[in-house]
T-cell receptor
Framework: KAGVTQTPRYLIKTRGQQVTLSCSPI?????VSWYQQTPGQGLQFLFE???????NKGNFPGRFSGRQFSNSRSEMNVSTLELGDSALYLC????????????FGQGTRLTVV | QQPVQSPQAVILREGEDAVINCSSS?????VHWYRQKHGEAPVFLMI?????EQKGHDKISASFNEKKQQSSLYLTASQLSYSGTYFC????????????FGQGTRLTINP
């Protein structure tokens, strides 16, 4: 079956702009989690969605937001980009949430200049 | 709070064994282990739940000591394909729906 698909794979944005990243989970998976990965901070949890509802969120500023659609596809948005937002953004899908096996997408590499 | 992994890095020869530890200062409900190769997505290895059994497949196994809030990943007779960065992700309580990952352990297997 198809894996988790993230688009775009690479993105270059300017400070102050906003960006939207997309994640299509594995068919049948209703939970989507988003993570930010940087060399200094590692993998940091952004938020988790299940059936269009955000069930938990990490310690990120309000500039980071997300949503999930009825087909379980998810988007995350970052507004007013800062240089420190440069990172690999990964999404992971699972059937029901954190206690089930999660499959990660290849990620979106965001560079803010 | 972020779990602490040790060691941060380890270099082995093919066929040697390795143990990677993941410790938390808070009570844990579950521990997840992932391996990430350079430039690739993290790949799921196993989940250990509070009160559950030790898990394992092939030559990779893991344990979860609930009293110590610690999990250990065991790689036996390591193969070149085991190289990568190993992450533990912890869930503080059932239903948290949030994994907090450690900083990772870089494992290098040489021929």
């Amino acid at each position: 079956k198809a894996g988790v698909t993230q688009t775009p794979r690479y993105l270059i944005k300017t400070r102050g702009q906003q960006v939207t990243l997309s994640c299509s989970p594995i068919s049948g998976h209703r939970s989507v989690s988003w993570y930010q990965q940087t060399p200094g901070q590692g993998l940091q949890f952004l938020f988790e969605y299940f059936s269009e509802t955000q069930r938990n969120k990490g310690n990120f500023p309000g500039r980071f937001s997300g949503r999930q659609f009825s087909n379980s596809r998810s988007e995350m948005n970052v507004s007013t980009l800062e240089l420190g937002d440069s990172a690999l953004y990964l999404c992971a899908s699972s059937r029901t949430g954190a206690t089930t096996e999660a499959f990660f997408g290849q990620g979106t590499r965001l560079t803010v200049v | 709070q972020q779990p602490v992994q040790s060691p941060q890095a380890v270099i082995l020869r093919e066929g040697e064994d390795a143990v990677i530890n993941c410790s938390s200062s808070k009570a844990l409900y579950s521990v997840h282990w992932y391996r990430q190769k350079h430039g690739e997505a993290p790949v799921f290895l196993m989940i250990l739940l509070k009160g559950g059994e030790q898990k394992g497949h092939d030559k990779i196994s893991a344990s979860f000591n609930e009293k110590k809030q610690q999990s250990s990943l065991y790689l036996t007779a390591s193969q070149l394909s085991y190289s990568g960065t190993y992450f533990c992700g912890t869930e503080g309580f059932q239903g948290a729906q949030k994994l907090v990952f450690g900083q990772g352990t870089r494992l290098t297997i040489n021929p």
